[in-house]
């Protein structure tokens, strides 16, 4: 994590567009592509916290149809920069700081298996 400190926020915003346009290395990570981010410039990704910017980014996040897998992703990798998953970094450190866990793509998997089950039991 030092080296991604060292980096300014537009290096990092670089990487992370030309990291989500790579062929993915596992299989599990072919959902980066149907990311809604994928559309846009770095930057808007990754704005100054609390702001109008961050607003949009969140707003843009839930309705992205792999909020799910891009927040595991980025709870399982530590990614503490930048709008992933419908979270911003502070309530990810938060989340983090709270819990051990080996695989958070297992368990926000499972829970929303679970939620989309609840919701079909309720037609």
Not at 34 to 59: I, M, N, W
Request: glycine share 4%; charged share 25%.
């Amino acid at each position: 994590m030092d080296t991604v400190k060292a980096r300014t926020n537009n290096q990092y915003c670089l990487d992370v567009k030309q990291e989500r346009f790579r062929a993915p290395q596992v299989a599990d990570q072919r959902w980066k592509q149907q990311g809604l981010c994928t559309r846009l410039p770095p930057e808007y990704c990754f704005p100054e916290p609390r702001s109008v910017h961050e607003d949009k980014a969140l707003t843009l996040c839930s309705n992205c149809p792999v909020q799910t897998e891009c927040l595991a992703y980025a709870l399982d990798e530590k990614i503490l920069y930048g709008i992933f998953g419908g979270t911003t970094p502070r309530w990810r450190r938060q989340l983090l700081s709270r819990r051990q866990v080996t695989s958070w793509h297992r368990i926000l998997t499972q829970a929303r298996a679970n939620h989309a089950h609840g919701r079909q039991l309720l037609h």
